[in-house]
Nanobody, 116 residues
Framework: VQLQASGGGSVQPGGSLNLSCAAS????????VGWYRQAPGKQRDLVAS?????????AYAGPVKGRFTISRDTAKNTVYLQMNTLKPEDTAVYYC?????????WGQGTLVTVSS
C-alpha cells in the first residue's frame, strides 16, 4: 500500500485546512486509515481514524473532537481530514496511515502551521 498525503500549509488561528491521503496498491487489505500528527519535540499521536466497514466508523482524539472531521471517498481511494477552528497547538507534521491485517503503512508527512 502506498499513501500520498497533501493539503498542509499555514493558516491563522480559527482557520481551516483540508488534508487528503490517496491510497494505492493492495487497498482491499486495509482495515482502517487515518492521521497521526507530531509536533516538534513531541511524540506522534493519533488524530483520527476511519474504518473500512459499511458504517465508515470514525474515531477522534479528544483535542480535535468537534473540530476535525475524517471522511473517505471510496471511488477515489482517498481519505480526507477537514480541520476547522484550528489552534496554534494543532501545529504539527501530519502523517496519514493505513492499517492492514498484518502491516502498518505510513504516508509522507505534511506540515500544518497555525500561527498569527
Amino acid at each position: 500500500v502506498q499513501l500520498q498525503a497533501s493539503g498542509g500549509g499555514s493558516v491563522q488561528p480559527g482557520g481551516s485546512l483540508n488534508l487528503s491521503c490517496a491510497a494505492s496498491g493492495n487497498i482491499v487489505s486495509i482495515i482502517h486509515v487515518g492521521w497521526y500528527r507530531q509536533a516538534p519535540g513531541k511524540q506522534r499521536d493519533l488524530v483520527a481514524s476511519i474504518y473500512s466497514d459499511s458504517d465508515s466508523t470514525t474515531a477522534y482524539a479528544g483535542p480535535v473532537k468537534g473540530r476535525f472531521t475524517i471522511s473517505r471517498d471510496t471511488a477515489k481511494n482517498t481519505v480526507y481530514l477537514q480541520m476547522n477552528t484550528l489552534k496554534p497547538e494543532d501545529t504539527a507534521v501530519y502523517y496519514c496511515y493505513a492499517r492492514a491485517r498484518s502491516q502498518f503503512y505510513w504516508g509522507q508527512g505534511t506540515l500544518v502551521t497555525v500561527s498569527s
